[in-house]
Structures are given as structure tokens and as C-alpha cells.
């Protein structure tokens, strides 16, 4: 079946960098896009990247954007979240997701990302 396991979550000081990974198994991943979620206490699960099957094609939320760097490999099944310049307001459990076509999609189980002083 469909597995996304995250990794890479801890805790930093504003400013620091973290790199997220997702390995993929159970579908044909280079196929597909990908997607990172973060959720944030209280708050609604956001879409925070997206980069296209081949990789060639990315889009960040305004949030994130200029600050982090989504980025794949196929010959692996893992997609990364590169987070520079980490701000308090990132702090959020990140979640790798993928869209399987026909209504179907699947999630991780989440990576904690602390970002604090």
C-alpha cells in the first residue's frame, strides 16, 4: 500500500535551517507530484510546496517562499523541504502528501518542526 514517512523535524533557533525528507513506497512515485502540508496548532492544514513529477515545476505559498526549497529524487522515492531562515511562525507538524487521481490520496504521519529561542 501507499506509505509517505517524513523525517528531519526537531527543533531550531530562528534563523537555523532544517531539511525534511519524504520516502515514498507503494506507488509509481516518479509519476506523481508531490506535495508538503504543515499544520500549525489551532490553525488549518496549509499547503506550504509542490514540485511537479520530473521535478522541473515548483510553487510555494507566500509564506515559505524565497526561504525554502522543495526538491526531489526519483531514483530514491524521496521529496525534501529545505528550510532556510526559519521563523517562529513556521513552527507546525510538516506532512508529505500525494495525490493519486479519482479522489484518492495519502498522507504522512508528520514531522515536528520547532522554531524557537
Known amino acids: 500500500q501507499v506509505q509517505l514517512v517524513e523525517s528531519g523535524g526537531g527543533s531550531v533557533q530562528p534563523g537555523g535551517s532544517l531539511r525534511l525528507s519524504c520516502a515514498a513506497s507503494?506507488?509509481?512515485?516518479?509519476?506523481?507530484?508531490m506535495n508538503w502540508y504543515r499544520q500549525a496548532p489551532g490553525k488549518e492544514r496549509e499547503l506550504v510546496a509542490t514540485?511537479?513529477?520530473?521535478?522541473?515545476?515548483?510553487h510555494y505559498a507566500d509564506s515559505v517562499k524565497g526561504r525554502s526549497t522543495i526538491s526531489r529524487d526519483n531514483a530514491k522515492n524521496t521529496v525534501y523541504l529545505q528550510m532556510n531562515s526559519l521563523k517562529a511562525e513556521d513552527t507546525a507538524v510538516y506532512y508529505c502528501n500525494v495525490r493519486l487521481g479519482l479522489g484518492s490520496q495519502s498522507w504522512g504521519q508528520g514531522t515536528q518542526v520547532t522554531v524557537s529561542s
Open positions: 514540485i511537479s513529477a520530473a521535478g522541473g515545476t515548483t
Open positions: 507503494g506507488f509509481i512515485f516518479r509519476a506523481y507530484p
